[in-house]
T-cell receptor, first 114, second 115 residues
Framework: AQSVTQPDIHITVSEGASLELRCNYS??????LFWYVQSPGQGLQLLLK??????LVQGIKGFEAEFKRSQSSFNLRKPSVHWSDAAEYFC????????????FGTGTRLLVSP | DTEVTQTPKHLVMGMTNKKSLKCEQH?????MYWYKQKAKKPPELMFV???????INESVPSRFSPECPNSSLLNLHLHALQPEDSALYLC??????????????FGPGTRLLVL
């Protein structure tokens, strides 16, 4: 069965510092991987996605993620965090079993300190 | 345009009320989804419609009744809810619901409080 692990429940980063959010997945075939961001009380916004090809994926708002098959990881990075990046971040793997389904990790809450 | 809209934004209802949540998309997508999200938890899939047919019901109680009048609209009818049903209800859409790796686009959600 597919699963996603986000080992960090909370992360605090100083504004202007770099960020890396960890995501590990378990999936038997080629994974389709997504990062979504959710501000408090809001819906989920797609940051980026990996289907195939280049393992370094660029997304919106200056985010990027690197797919590493050998480590079953898809970590999200940003070189310089802004206060507006404070939110909940969800990693997800897309799976098809007669229908398209997203399996989400438990999320990582990013706090940005001044 | 990758917008999914949901109404209302907030809803308070009693346990004997009947209410409906609405979701709309104009991206030409043929798959639409309902998710339930409790505080500090990831979204949990409730229902999937693909080509206006119910594809998945993730063992959701019958007090939640989905409806897909056409490929652009998705409703969630609520009746006799319990306080534990209070949550953020998210709608999403994707191209067809049957192709690997489809991107799901989410609406802003309806915050439901059951008293």
């Amino acid at each position: 069965a597919q699963s996603v692990t986000q080992p960090d429940i909370h992360i605090t980063v100083s504004e202007g510092a770099s960020l890396e959010l960890r995501c590990n997945y378990s999936y038997g075939a080629t994974p389709y991987l997504f990062w979504y961001v959710q501000s408090p009380g809001q819906g989920l916004q797609l940051l980026l996605k990996y289907f195939s090809g280049d393992t370094l994926v660029q997304g919106i708002k200056g985010f990027e993620a690197e797919f590493k098959r050998s480590q079953s990881s898809f970590n999200l990075r940003k070189p310089s965090v802004h206060w507006s990046d404070a939110a909940e971040y969800f990693c997800a793997v897309g799976a098809v079993a007669g229908f398209q389904k997203l399996v989400f990790g438990t999320g990582t809450r990013l706090l940005v300190s001044p | 345009d990758t917008e999914v809209t949901q109404t209302p934004k907030h809803l308070v209802m009693g346990m004997t009320n009947k209410k409906s949540l609405k979701c709309e998309q104009h991206m030409g997508h043929r798959a639409m989804y309902w998710y339930k999200q409790k505080a500090k938890k990831p979204p949990e899939l409730m229902f999937v419609y693909s080509y206006e047919k119910l594809s998945i019901n993730e063992s959701v109680p019958s007090r939640f009744s989905p409806e897909c009048p056409n490929s652009s609209l998705l409703n969630l009818h609520l009746h006799a809810l319990q306080p534990e049903d209070s949550a953020l209800y998210l709608c999403a859409s994707s191209y067809s619901g049957t192709i690997e790796g489809e991107t799901q686009y989410f609406g802003p959600g309806t915050r439901l409080l059951v008293l």
